[in-house]
């Protein structure tokens, strides 16, 4: 694998994580490109040629550009065949999770989230709205893996991945999750894998080469 993996994104974002934790998970170095959001560079003509909807992250890997955060760790996975499903309905399964997670989990959260920081204003019932749709997506996952060590059982994918993100940041969102032992547990589990870096200690911010 000669070409080297260049991540474009800002440390505070969670899709950026997955990707980021997707690369460290599977071994990869990468090089880390910080977007300056606050001064506009994720609309700017050199970066929307990278990124056509001017968000975070992107992901190049020699020809191939992606934006989107499932669709760069379904690449990562098919690349390095790492953290994707043993066979087609696996990896089927893992895309269940990855649409899930982008659907019911990490929209609520992340929302959640930028209202507490203070980067998005909503009015008390919609953020009201926001934390409800958090608790029932955090009850859903609690109760799947009351009964699996990994959301596709024995194994951990990068379904995983799309949905530990978003859990880690429930704390910043005031999300309590006191009440879903089985998702506190899993997610230990997850932090116990090999080149497991949380957050800030992953993702710098600045531009910077990151090791595997």
């Excluded at 070409?3 to 969670?14: A, E, I, K, R, Y």
């Excluded at 934390?131 to 194994?155: C, I, P, S, W, Y």
């Excluded at 969102?173 to 006191?178: E, F, H, P, V, Y």
């Excluded at 992953?202 to 090791?211: N, V």
Aim: charged share 20%; proline share 5%.
């Amino acid at each position: 694998m000669a070409d080297t993996f260049t991540l474009h994104g800002v440390f505070l974002s969670g899709p950026t994580y997955k990707v980021g934790l997707t690369l460290a998970l599977s071994g990869q170095s990468f090089d880390y490109r910080h977007v300056n959001l606050a001064g506009g560079e994720h609309k700017s003509p050199d970066y929307l040629k990278i990124n056509r909807y001017g968000q975070v992250p992107a992901l190049q890997h020699g020809a191939v550009t992606l934006c989107q955060s499932g669709a760069i760790l379904e690449y990562i996975a098919q690349v390095t065949g790492k953290l994707t499903g043993k066979d087609l309905a696996g990896r089927a399964h893992v895309h269940e999770w990855l649409f899930w997670d982008a659907d019911a989990l990490s929209p609520p959260i992340f929302r959640s989230r930028a209202i507490v920081r203070g980067m998005f204003k909503a009015d008390p019932a919609t953020a009201e709205l926001f934390q409800k749709q958090a608790g029932a997506a955090t009850k859903t996952l609690d109760a799947h893996l009351e009964r699996n060590q990994f959301v596709m059982g024995a194994e951990p994918t990068i379904g995983d991945v799309a949905c530990y993100s978003p859990c880690w940041f429930a704390d910043e969102a005031k999300i309590d999750l006191s009440s879903r032992p089985n998702v506190q547990a899993w997610m230990r589990r997850v932090e116990g894998l090999k080149g497991f870096k949380k957050p800030y200690d992953l993702l710098p911010k600045e531009s910077a080469k990151i090791a595997a």
